[in-house]
């Protein structure tokens, strides 16, 4: 029997062909429209493609961190500490895109489809074909990303084969097929790839304004169209709609994740195809030296995020979800208990032993000044911008934290239900200069990444590594490690002494990999990488979550949470109901 639940199939579009007759005594209910309406109803055409930027994963943070070794939750009712805790089943995942991204691809192919026939404008027919070609290269790309998503979440080994998803390229209707069997990961791939294509060959790189008709494109140029019809379709005002740039980079992200350990048996992506894709977009950006210096700080940097211009990105930006706010959700839910917030977020000593000696080395090189009487002291600048240890300052009034269990406050641990597990609070993502308390509460505005910068030099900081090894370019005009070098000397690492960590590790690929990686866990902290990376990596997930205690002015190193992943925990599973309901789909080994 077909099922079709799983698939949001639009009623309204298909009502009219199931309908046997029309009854004129009753008036037709005014919300079930057929496709056809939308042709000469732009709006409602563009409905189509709007659910599906609506779905976009990254529209919020998930916090899947608190599932690894950097952090846990105080709440022992979250989704990700239950996850962190064994209670992760085909039947309760918090990770599922199944549902959300085929809604997504679904509402994707139909826009695709009936592009070509909406009248966008009154009786324009280029600009029509215009906006046609413009929202079909969205349709593309927001479909690649919607793979990328599914294959991250559900890609995995069946019957000893790695395999990806279904893969729907055209709308399904109430009379479609659903009981097909996953596609293989490489064909899946293949799909997103040649998505990706199609994005690139329909979009500009960005959206725009051109000064003159000789910058119009030919392919528009050639049929009458001048820069004010150029302006009005792919100028400015379509600033953070999906453009080349952005399809470039969801190819990139792709292309790292099947290149890794766990999914390359299963296709034909390469390192190097990682490293170019990504240098593709960190050519577009002036190379290495176009990392942008504020890019540490970017969820800080109030002058910048406060004067942003409509559809503009700070420096650090690559594409961006809307402003948020003023708002203080974020606030709320994370920031220390005196500071009127829940503490949800909880980093781990795991993380904060990352974080190097301020002069590079690892804190367990002999060459490290790490003092474990003072641990928190010439440090990696980067974690006291990311992580509240006992006796940093938080809030608009810059207050002093303290952490201890005998410290008298509820920042201390364990000391009511909102304080920190593990000795530390999280500091990044958050603008300090929100205030909760309830006399003076006050908002601020967010921006939230949907990629960084920052994302894509690590992407091909690794792949480079891996593809050539760490001084060695590939043809482009930097490595993995120029690249390396440039974030490390951002945060400020090793700025006395040339970095002699990095130095001596340059010509060794291993190591190197060792620290890519290490750099990609810091710079990505809390932003929902590291439960992916260690599962693409194929890494031990099982590492225990530790904290410090710190009583009568001494600490102690405590186990927070145990983590409980079974070795098939490297994969996700696909939905248990739609294993129940569809015959040919094959379950994930393990589940």
């Not at 099947?258 to 990504?278: I, M």
């Not at 690590?458 to 120029?482: C, H, K, M, Q, V």
């Not at 002699?500 to 010509?507: C, D, F, G, T, V």
């Not at 194929?538 to 405590?558: C, F, H, K, M, V």
């Amino acid at each position: 029997m077909k099922k079709y639940t799983h698939k949001i199939v639009v009623l309204a579009f298909f009502s009219a062909l199931f309908s046997g007759c029309v009854d004129l005594l009753e008036p037709a209910i005014q919300n079930n429209r057929d496709l056809e309406s939308s042709y000469n109803e732009p709006r409602f055409a563009q409905g189509l493609i709007i659910n599906g930027y609506a779905r976009i994963p990254r529209n919020g943070w998930s916090f899947n961190d608190m599932a690894t070794d950097d952090a846990v939750s105080n709440n022992e009712n979250n989704a990700f500490f239950l996850v962190a805790g064994g209670q992760w089943a085909s039947d309760n995942n918090p990770l599922n895109q199944w549902n959300n991204s085929n809604a997504a691809i679904q509402y994707l192919n139909i826009m695709i489809e009936t592009a070509d026939k909406v009248s966008f404008t009154v009786s324009n027919d280029l600009l029509d074909r215009m906006f046609a070609d413009r929202i079909k290269g969205e349709a593309y790309g927001l479909r690649a990303l919607f793979m990328f998503h599914l294959l991250q979440s559900h890609g995995g080994v069946a019957d000893g084969q790695l395999l990806g998803v279904q893969v729907f390229n055209s709308p399904q209707d109430l009379t479609s097929e659903f009981n097909l069997p996953r596609s293989t990961f490489e064909a899946s791939m293949q799909q997103l790839y040649a998505d990706a294509e199609q994005a690139l060959e329909l979009l500009p790189t960005d959206y725009e304004d051109v000064s003159n008709d000789s910058m119009v494109p030919e392919k528009y140029r050639a049929l009458g169209a001048s820069r004010n019809d150029y302006n009005r379709v792919f100028g400015e005002d379509a600033r953070q709609l999906l453009s080349g740039r952005i399809a470039a980079a969801i190819r990139a992200q792709a292309a790292l994740m099947a290149a890794s350990p766990a999914f390359s048996q299963g296709n034909s992506t390469t390192w190097e195809d990682a490293a170019n894709f990504a240098a593709e977009i960190i050519d577009m950006n002036n190379g290495v030296s176009g990392l942008a210096p504020t890019g540490l700080t970017w969820y800080a940097n109030t002058s910048e995020i406060n004067n942003l211009g409509g559809g503009v990105n700070t420096s650090e930006i690559l594409w961006r979800a809307s402003l948020g706010g003023p708002s203080s959700n974020l606030e709320a839910a994370h920031f220390p208990p005196t500071q009127f917030g829940n503490g949800l977020l909880n980093p781990t000593q795991n993380l904060v032993d990352a974080f190097p000696d301020a002069n590079g080395y690892p804190l367990s090189h002999p060459s490290s000044n790490y003092d474990l009487n003072n641990p928190y002291a010439n440090r990696d600048p980067r974690l006291n911008h990311f992580i509240i240890s006992n006796g940093r300052t938080a809030g608009p009034n810059n207050q002093t934290i303290n952490t201890s269990a005998d410290g008298g406050t509820n920042d201390g641990i364990n000391r009511v239900e909102v304080s920190t597990r593990t000795g530390y609070y999280m500091r990044k993502l958050l603008r300090q200069d929100v205030n909760l308390n309830p006399v003076s509460v006050n908002g601020q505005l967010h921006i939230m990444p949907r990629i960084r910068y920052t994302e894509i030099y690590l992407i091909y900081a690794e792949a480079a590594n891996e593809a050539w090894g760490p001084t060695t370019t590939g043809g482009n005009g930097y490595s993995a490690y120029d690249v390396i070098k440039a974030i490390r000397q951002r945060a400020g690492i090793g700025l006395n002494n040339g970095d002699a960590y990095l130095e001596s590790i340059k010509n060794d690929q291993n190591a190197m990999r060792t620290l890519i990686r290490n750099e990609r866990r810091l710079e990505l902290c809390f932003e929902g990488f590291r439960f992916w990376d260690l599962r693409r990596w194929d890494l031990d997930l099982t590492e225990t979550a530790r904290g410090i205690r710190i009583q009568n002015n001494g600490s102690q190193i405590i186990n927070v949470q145990n983590r409980v992943f079974d070795n098939h925990m490297k994969y996700g599973p696909i939905p248990l109901s739609e294993v129940l309901k569809y015959s040919a789909i094959s379950q994930n080994t393990g589940w």
